[in-house]
């Protein structure tokens, strides 16, 4: 059996750190990370909002991303070893790819290949505190948090909400381990009874 577990949700929520807890515990699991298909710095368009629009799903390769999924899904045990996981090649074994990203259900395709879909929120708060020791390729320009990041994360958790697509919320807020033990027994119990 295939699995694709999606962890989707808030900047900052802690979607990296609960996916990398998960791939040293699930044997044999891939990742995807939709970080990863950005488009080139140029092509970013500076939005009515006056800043480079970073945080809407035009910003990423999705048909790309989408396009690595469905190579995982024809053939597991190839993606894995050549992204250096090793796995047996046990007919029947259980392979579980594991998709990470802010804005992974607001694409149909996207949101329609995963078995599991989880979302991670937290108060923005907590959400600007985190996000001002992080840094990232681009660091944000002054304002961007307020002006541009918190306002495109409640538009595209509306719109995710507004189309029916099936999630279980995360409350970020929670401890690290906490949040892995909770995803990592529920994805033990729902393999189980998959199975
Ligand atoms: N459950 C948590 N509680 C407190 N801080 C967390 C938690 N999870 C992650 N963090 C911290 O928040 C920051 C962003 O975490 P990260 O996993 O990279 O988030 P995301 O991938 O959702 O942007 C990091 O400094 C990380 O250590
Ligand atoms: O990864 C990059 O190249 C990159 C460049 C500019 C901005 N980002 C930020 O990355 C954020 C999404 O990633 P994450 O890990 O915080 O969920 C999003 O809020 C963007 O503003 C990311």
Redesign the pocket.
Known sequence: MKYIIGIG???????????RRLLKSLPASCVVHQDDFYKPQDQIEVGEDGFKQWDVITAIDMDSMVNTVKAWLENPVKFARSHGVNVSSNPGETQILIV?G?LLYNNKMMADLCTHRYY?TIPASECKK?RS??NYTIPDPPGLFEGHVWPMYLKHKKEMEDSSVEVVYLD?????D??FNQVYEEIQNKLLNCS
């Open positions: 949700g808030v900047t900052n929520g802690g979607k990296t750190t609960l996916t990470e802010f991670v985190r020791s992080r970020g807020l929670k401890s690290k906490e949040l």
